[in-house]
């Protein structure tokens, strides 16, 4: 494509993202009212931050470092929880816009053309209308944006990049880790053993940089916050969970629910076997699919299969589903090649509108375990479920080039 038309077409996409998420925002009520939800303990960590306060020995944080930044920008530009709050929105929206630029690039340097590139880019960019205001209450979109980033990196064949944005994303949200494994393979099927070295190493140098700072000043502080991720109760919006409601709702099944983690969790009948279960599905599901996207991803089709693959059953099995997670598909399913990625695309967005109408529906849920709120949270899960296992069945039927077809 010539330089001048391919400067047009960067500056139509990017008018294009500006328009969408700004209908979206004006269609999504209670995008910058953040009082009341996550983003004020944000404020907290990042006016701590900003006094000289040093996470992790100074104060707990349950999130990894690369969490921080996000917090601690806000925070060094006003004091005001309300101008925090405003702020932090602000840059989780250019966040989403530049996620949803990616996303196109990404595509079109995979071989799709035009109007397939901006069907990719559409979850990202009316996320807020399709999710709610989760979407940028959270800092997930920052994970989500690195891990794509990652697979960008890998389309065009820059390794070093790749592995600095999957450390830079495992150092936010852990999750991207689990995407190295096809990052190194398609590495090394396009580039040879240099090219694998040169990803771990960016992996490795960036991951010490992240984490070593802290692991000086404070080891059991930084131990105490991963083991506090890694650790986390059966949250009552889990496939096990939802499963007991359904019980519950259709049956009697009697359930408990206690609060506990930050989050309202699955408590009873036999809630540590439910909870053994479901740890040994998330294990078992991961390695199996991890170990296939070895095999898989040696063709660009296989690697981003592999790479929206593994993080669908990270956020499909585990033993959190809070609704941002869906945030971590959004960059990554729609780039699934062929007519098959369409209609995923199209699940994808299923999964985020009965996300939205679920997480509504919460209050009622872990209060008075309403049956409306029960059925959302079925068909949610229902949905998601449906998603991961299509993913893993092409994942699985997929040729060792990368080709997605059986």
């Not at 709050?85 to 079109?108: P, R």
């Not at 929206?308 to 059953?313: Q, S």
């Not at 699985?396 to 080039?401: D, G, K, L, V």
Request: hydrophobic letters at 60%.
């Amino acid at each position: 494509m010539p330089p001048a038309r391919s400067h047009r077409t960067a500056l139509a996409a990017a008018a294009l993202v500006v328009v969408l998420l700004a209908g979206a925002v004006l269609l999504t009520p209670g995008v910058w009212r953040t009082s009341g939800t996550d983003v004020s303990l944000y404020h907290d960590y990042g006016a701590r931050i900003r006094n000289g306060a040093v996470p992790y020995r100074d104060f707990f944080v349950e999130y990894p470092p690369g969490s921080l930044v996000p917090m601690a920008l806000p925070a060094v530009a006003t004091t005001s929880p309300r101008g925090f709050g405003h702020l932090f929105v602000g840059e989780m929206l250019v966040l989403l816009a530049v996620t949803s630029l990616v996303v196109a690039a990404t595509a079109s340097g995979a071989g799709m053309g035009l109007g397939r590139s901006v069907v990719a880019m559409l979850p990202v960019a009316i996320a807020p209308l399709l999710l709610g205001p989760v979407v940028v209450q959270r800092f997930d979109v920052l994970a989500a944006l690195l891990s794509v980033l990652a697979v960008a990196a890998c389309v065009r064949g820059r390794w070093s990049s790749a592995g600095v944005a999957v450390a830079a994303g495992t150092a936010v949200k852990l999750y991207p880790v689990l995407i190295l494994p096809a990052v190194v393979a398609y590495a090394a099927a396009r580039g040879g053993r240099r090219s694998a070295t040169r990803v771990v190493a960016a992996f490795a140098v960036v991951t010490a940089g992240a984490f070593a700072p802290f692991v000086v000043l404070s080891p059991r502080g930084l131990w105490h916050a991963l083991d506090y991720q890694l650790a986390r109760p059966l949250q009552v919006e889990t496939l096990v969970s939802g499963a007991a409601l359904v019980a519950h709702l259709l049956a009697g099944f009697a359930v408990g629910l206690h609060t506990g983690s930050g989050s309202v969790n699955y408590a009873w009948p036999a809630g540590a076997a439910a909870h053994l279960a479901q740890r040994a599905v998330f294990v078992i599901a991961l390695l199996v699919t991890v170990g296939f996207s070895l095999l898989k991803a040696r063709g660009a089709v296989g690697f981003i299969l592999a790479a929206a693959t593994v993080t669908a059953v990270a956020v499909t099995f585990g033993s959190v589903l809070s609704p941002q997670y869906v945030v971590w598909l959004l960059p990554l399913v729609p780039l699934v090649a062929g007519n098959a990625g369409v209609a995923l695309t199209g699940a994808l967005v299923a999964v985020m509108v009965a996300t939205r109408i679920e997480y509504a529906k919460y209050t009622a849920l872990v209060r008075h375990l309403s049956s409306d709120s029960i059925l959302w949270l079925a068909i949610r899960n229902a949905l998601l479920l449906a998603l991961c296992l299509t993913l893993c069945a092409r994942l699985f039927a997929a040729r060792q080039s990368g080709d997605a077809s059986p």
